[in-house]
């Protein structure tokens, strides 16, 4: 079945350096990737979008890569600030419609 | 713009009972997807509905149904509730057009089963 991971449940890091962050997907070729963000009792919220033939785009100090060859994403937030802690979700997407599968979340804190 | 609006934001029924929840989507959005979320399972698809008509389905019971109206907004019903399927559940909307588009979440209803 179609599934998709992320390689840490949580992560820790240092205020200013950058956090990395990774979905790896299976049995799955989505035809795009999109991350999003959730703090606690909140909805996800929309960080960025990759389609299978982009290598990578950006937004602010925000990152990501998407390697079909892999069948992996990487997200990178740099310069991070403890407001970057939440959990951050890997969601692929294949085809018409708007079967979203998530990955299972990277609780991320940025330690002051 | 308002966003997503789900209502109830907390419930809480007896198992054996069922329970409808409501979302009101952004307006001109016409996919409305709804996802339950739970610490074990994370979030998982469970339909989408684009103009009125179920496009994609995920893996749940027939016990877990859905609807949408001509004013884009849905519905969602849950029968014969269970202990297991106390949960956020999480209702978005896009403009569904295509593949390729951002969905916009709701705050979630919290339905507790007792």
């Known amino acids: 079945s179609q599934k998709i991971e992320q390689n840490s449940e949580a992560l820790n890091i240092q205020e200013g350096k950058t956090a990395t962050l990774t979905c790896n997907y299976t049995n799955y070729s989505p035809a795009y990737l999109q991350w999003y963000r959730q703090d606690p009792g909140r909805g996800p919220v929309f960080l960025l979008l990759i389609r299978e033939n982009e290598k990578e785009k950006r937004k602010e100090r925000l990152k990501v890569t998407f390697d079909t060859t892999l069948k992996q994403s990487l997200f990178h937030i740099t310069a ?3 407001a970057d802690s939440a959990t951050y979700l890997c969601v692929a997407v294949g085809g018409y419609g ?3 599968v998530f990955g299972p979340g990277t609780r991320l804190s940025v330690l002051p | 713009k308002a966003g997503v609006t789900q209502t109830p934001r907390y419930l809480i029924k007896t198992r054996g009972q069922q329970v409808t929840l409501s979302c009101s989507p952004i307006s001109g959005h016409r996919s409305v997807s709804w996802y339950q979320q739970t610490p074990g399972q994370g ?4 339909f989408e509905y684009f103009s009125e008509t179920q496009r994609n389905k995920g893996n749940f019971p027939g016990r877990f149904s859905g609807r949408q109206f001509s004013n884009s907004r849905s519905e969602m019903n849950v029968s014969t509730l269970e202990l297991g399927d106390s949960a956020l559940y999480l209702c978005a909307s896009s403009l569904g057009l295509e593949a390729a588009t951002e969905a916009f979440f709701g705050q979630g209803t919290r339905l507790t089963v007792v």
Do not use: D
């Open chain 2, 43 to 46: 979030l998982q698809f469970l």
């Open chain 1, 80 to 82: 991070s600030q403890p």
């Open chain 1, 98 to 100: 708007q079967n979203f």
